[in-house]
């Protein structure tokens, strides 16, 4: 089955339980076991976004904040990636206060490496400024140096690149009689490694970070 096919298939509001431990498998560019998934029959490649053993998207995203541009695949060290949007009062706000409880912990722990990407889907009003209420409300040590919130040129790039390239659902609601909007979307966070491979896949709308220390933990010991 295509990607496509099963990103139609999966629809915006299924989940695939991932668990494993330590050891590469047969696949030299991860450093963690293939994980059990809930249905056995489901592999990396069925999947509409990039999970176990795959290589993170060849792209380029702004980091408004920190003033340059970052491709993706070259992030030294082991990171985290997710999707958002900051007007969001639902999924986005729980997909980000789980990375922030993993940068107070890695900052805890001296990993120095460990960094974090949440790539917007609405760059028409995520900008600099947004990022930085975002960052003041969620608590986000922004002074460490190693959050970046990413952004996409324009509502086509956002398209091209996080559902496209990354394989994210979301899809712009209807404005209201003021002209404010929400969306629909998908909540995965990426573990990857500093190769640009994925490590583990997290697909839920509530990520549980003891999980992602527990596997980042794993990652940094293999």
């Not at 330590?22 to 999970?51: F, H, I, K, Q």
């Not at 999707?83 to 997909?95: A, D, E, H, K, S």
Request: hydrophobic residues 35%.
């Amino acid at each position: 089955m295509q990607r496509r096919s099963y990103l139609r298939a999966l629809g915006a509001s299924a989940a695939v339980g991932l668990a494993g431990c330590l050891g590469g498998d047969d696949n030299p560019n991860v450093a963690l076991s293939e994980p059990t998934r809930e249905n056995e029959d489901v592999t990396s490649e069925m999947l509409p976004y990039p999970a176990w053993g795959q290589q993170v998207p060849d792209v380029t995203l702004a980091d408004p904040l920190g003033g340059t541009e970052v491709s993706v695949r070259d992030i030294d060290g082991p990171h985290f990636h997710t999707f958002i949007f900051t007007n969001c009062m639902t999924v986005c706000p729980v997909l980000v206060s789980s990375l922030r409880e993993v940068q107070i912990y890695s900052l805890d722990q001296g990993y120095d490496d460990v960094s974090f990407y949440p790539v917007t889907f609405d760059p028409a009003r995520d900008d600099a400024q947004a990022f930085q209420a975002e960052a003041d409300q969620m608590n986000i040590d922004m002074d460490a140096g190693n959050w970046h919130f990413l952004r996409p040129e324009d509502e086509a790039e956002a398209k091209s690149v996080v559902q496209d390239e990354f394989g994210v659902f979301f899809e712009k609601n209807e404005p209201d009689e003021e002209g404010n909007y929400m969306f629909t979307h998908m909540g995965l966070v990426l573990l990857v490694n500093g190769d640009g491979y994925v490590e583990r896949s997290y697909r839920g709308t509530q990520p549980d970070e003891q999980t992602l220390i527990d596997d980042l933990n794993a990652l940094k010991e293999a």
